[in-house]
């Protein structure tokens, strides 16, 4: 009878806990991810923000691959440079298709998810993302310095995932499409053109800005509130899914809690995002 009432009270705590949890493969807690730094051999740490904020501070052992490393020159901005350089580019760093790789950035997700949706479209097996909040990772002493690490090069493999890049010809395809929905990540100043700079959305795109998808404090939000949030905009996973902003930044993040959380299928990010798709055709307000 003990043993049932026990069973009974365990049961009722995981139904009051579970629903707030953000449960998805690919987001790791500060209390898992101090674990696996003692327990797994294969762990890499990439800081994915600002090389400025990298030097002033950042996990002991952790490697800087900046999202801006990851960027094509050229007239468009914020184009993802060839599936092969950026293996180049992460076999230099010392990160192997065998890593667990651990992402994070200064705490807005918008460099962590980046890099996250590149390592994803470039095949990487197992990536994660942690979340920095400075109050959480003093509870669980992070270990933190101002000293650089340099992984030991190694081969990266790239095996593209196509299923996650949306090319400008699928957004074309996409705009008044009843199967699939344009997602613009941007603040709504942005989306209908009244910031003073830009010249409006992709048409038939909807907005949904992807701070609503944080807390406060820059973490997700809790699957059910984005399950919500999702739903109420008209995101089912019997649509293809297309997201982008200025630079397809803040559409990483918007891409990682569409895939992990919610576990939409058909969820695609726009590489070019406006950049490019204001050379292509006209914006609408």
């Known amino acids: 009878m003990k043993a049932l009432k026990k069973i009974q009270v365990l049961l009722i705590a995981f139904l009051f806990i579970a629903p707030a949890a953000f449960s998805q493969v690919d987001y790791i807690s500060v209390s898992d991810y101090m674990s696996k730094m003692k327990s797994d051999p294969n762990l890499i740490t990439l800081h994915t923000g600002k090389a400025d904020d990298y030097r002033n501070s950042h996990i002991k052992g952790s490697i800087l691959v900046s999202y801006k490393e990851t960027e094509k020159s050229g007239e468009i901005r914020g184009i993802m440079k060839d599936a092969n350089d950026l293996a180049e580019l992460l076999g230099k760093a010392g990160v192997s298709n065998n890593n667990t790789i651990v992402v994070y950035d200064d705490g807005s997700q918008k460099y962590s998810s980046r890099v996250y949706w590149l390592l994803k479209y470039l095949g990487a097996p197992d990536v994660k993302v942690l979340h920095k909040e400075m109050d959480t990772w003093r509870k669980f002493r992070v270990p933190l310095t101002a000293t650089p690490s340099n992984g030991k090069p190694t081969t990266f493999v790239a095996s593209v995932n196509k299923e996650v890049l949306a090319t400008a010809e699928d957004v074309k395809k996409a705009i008044n499409n009843s199967n699939a929905i344009i997602v613009d990540a941007r603040a709504k100043e942005e989306y209908d053109g009244t910031d003073g700079w830009s010249e409006g959305h992709i048409e038939s795109a909807i907005n949904l800005e992807y701070k609503k998808l944080l807390k406060e404090n820059g973490d997700f939000k809790s699957k059910e509130e984005l399950k919500a949030i ?23 993040v918007t891409f990682f809690a569409f895939k992990n959380a919610l576990g939409l299928d058909k969820v695609k990010l726009y590489d070019g995002a406006i950049e490019e798709w204001q050379t292509i055709a006209p914006l609408t307000k």
Do not use: D, H, V
């Open 230 to 252: 999702a739903e109420a905009a008209g995101i089912t996973n019997n649509k293809e899914i297309i997201l982008y902003c200025q630079t397809s930044i803040r559409g990483a």
